[in-house]
């Protein structure tokens, strides 16, 4: 970046991209805890990550719009701090249903920084850097989920879910500190008329396009598979055999930084070969990595001695009783040598 309101912008897009993931899938990390505390089961304990993803969809249909008016700048500061309040308030909700409400506000809240992110950047960057500056972005959003995964888990696993999310949302105040100190004002913002009817005309083209239609919906179904199995794992890698503590499943998140990484790349390369060559590679080492996932783990579950009992008795084998042919007479095991 050639100038210092460049590199502010950069800064503060990705610290907001790094509150909005961070917010929104820290309750993930920490979904066997609600299942405990409240009696759900695990389909019902999804719903606090499910709730948050849906309010965010459609409050984007709105956002978006609203930021024509209201300004690109306000929005996204407005965004970034209710968010933060919100999750705070996430960890002292008396019961489940309010939790949940909270999480469905919370998604509502974080779409003022989606919504406008890219044409924020489009707006305020040289052109030759829209695709670099927006891959920086969703890098920051990669780096979000992994780190308010990481943070909830590992308080969680020490002090509570309550603390956990707490932690989480105190990620989501610095961030919004950030964003308030570095982002600058709009240069090239020009306010639209705040009627209905030109509303309507704005949306109109992104809600008919057919084009736009088949984005919308390959990022529908990336998603829907990319939280689904980060759901599965939270309860699968704390069941048998694995047997694993909240703080140890966090750690799976750590191929977070590979998607930072990936995404700043990605938006190198849509510059040079095009965006839809980018997402068909992206979508197609994406079904790999699910793929190599799944055999993986059946592979390690065929030595653990498979899956758990119904009955939830243990297995008859498991990684944690194997023993090693040089160990005729190896000691009891505790819960943190079967961690290890």
Known sequence: MSTTRERRILVA?????????ALLYSAQAVLPAFGAEFGVTPAGSTLAVSLATIGLGVALLVAGPLSETYGRIRLIRASMTLSGLVALACAVAPDWRTLLALRLVEGVT???????????????????????AAGLYVGGTALGGMIGRLVTAGVADV??????????????????????????ASRNFTAAPARPRHLAALVRPAATDPALLALY??????????????????????????GLSLAAVGLVF?????????????????????????????CGVTALGVVVTLVGA???????????????????STCAGQQSPMVTQPPQLTPLHRQL
């Open 110 to 132: 974080l779409a003022g920084v989606p919504a406008v992110a890219t044409a924020y950047l489009r707006e305020e960057m040289p052109r030759g850097f829209h695709a670099r």
């Open 217 to 242: 919906g390959i990022g529908c179904c990336a998603m829907g598979a990319f939280v689904a199995v980060f759901n599965t794992l939270a309860y699968r890698l704390t069941a048998a055999p694995f």
């Open 254 to 282: 750590l191929v977070y930084p590979a998607g930072s990484v990936s995404s700043a790349v990605a938006g190198r390369f849509a510059d040079r070969i095009g965006r839809r060559s980018v997402v068909a590679i992206g």
């Open 298 to 316: 059946a592979l390690l579950l065929s030595r653990c001695g498979g899956a758990p009992p119904s009955d939830g008795a243990p297995p008859p």
């Open 159 to 184: 002090a509570g879910w309550r603390w956990g999310l707490a932690a989480a949302g105190a990620v989501g105040i610095g961030c919004a500190l950030a964003v308030q100190l570095t982002l600058p």
């Open 13 to 21: 897009l990705f610290a907001a991209g790094v509150a909005t993931f």
